[in-house]
């Protein structure tokens, strides 16, 4: 089975600090996404990768940046929490370019205070 | 801009009900429709649809693409408490390579 895992469930973060969300996945893909959840708004893209180091702008990059320095790993990284920052952050995996199923995460309900 | 709509947004049933969930879309270079299930958790894949008029089935869930008329239906028959969930409807554009995703419906099911 698939399996991608993220590094935190919930966290709590004040107002400017710089967070890290890790996300790993153990099935060799190809293509990692970044995705916040909110309600009445759905799953928005925030950044996705193709390849170790490339990076891709989703629709909602900003105030977000991610680092993809190993194929398993892709990290999204907040410069500067705000609080309209705080969603349900969701990350996926797929296996190549003509493969569109996306395996996700259990997500990380991250709140800014 | 790519779109997806669902509706209804949310509906609520009994279980025994047979449920009809619609997700219509505007894409560029069209390449699949994906359905997810999502509880409180990750989304969880039921399925991909990439022709028209090939119904895909699992169990008591299915699902049809219509791709002239832009539109996917997600049929449950025999409702259950456990099909309680946000049902999504993704769409892959092979212009972007990106899945753009409807809001979501939320399908409650009482007993």
């Known amino acids: 089975d698939v399996k991608v895992t993220q590094s935190s469930r919930y966290l709590v973060k004040r107002t400017g600090e710089k967070v890290f969300l890790e996300c790993v996945q153990d099935m060799d893909h190809e293509n990692m996404f970044w995705y916040r959840q909110d309600p009445g708004l759905g799953l928005r893209l925030i950044y996705f990768?193709?390849?170790?180091?490339?990076?891709e702008k989703g629709d909602i990059p900003e105030g977000y940046s991610v680092s993809r320095e190993k194929k398993e790993r892709f990290s999204l990284i907040l410069e500067s929490a705000s609080t309209n920052q705080t969603s349900m952050y969701l990350c996926?995996?797929?296996?190549?370019?003509?493969?569109?199923?996306?395996?996700f995460g259990p997500g990380t309900r991250l709140t800014v205070t | 801009e790519d779109k997806v709509v669902q509706s209804p947004l949310s509906l609520v049933v009994h279980e025994g009900d047979t449920v009809t969930l619609n997700c219509s879309y505007e894409?560029?270079?069209?390449?699949?429709l994906l359905w997810y299930k999502q509880e409180k958790k990750a989304p969880t894949f039921l399925f991909m649809l990439?022709?028209?008029?090939i119904e895909k089935k699992s169990g008591r869930l299915s699902s049809i693409l219509d791709k002239k008329e832009l539109f996917s239906i997600l049929n449950i028959t025999a409702t259950q408490t456990g099909d309680s969930a946000v049902y999504l409807c993704?769409?892959?554009?092979?212009?972007?390579?990106?899945?753009?995703f409807g809001k979501g419906i939320t399908l409650s099911v009482r007993p």
């Open positions: 996926a995996s797929s296996p190549g370019t003509q493969t569109y199923e996306q395996y």
């Open positions: 894409v560029t270079n069209f390449r699949s």
């Open positions: 990439t022709s028209s008029g």
């Open positions: 990768s193709y390849d170790v180091k490339m990076k």
């Open positions: 993704a769409v892959f554009s092979g212009a972007n390579s990106k899945l753009t």
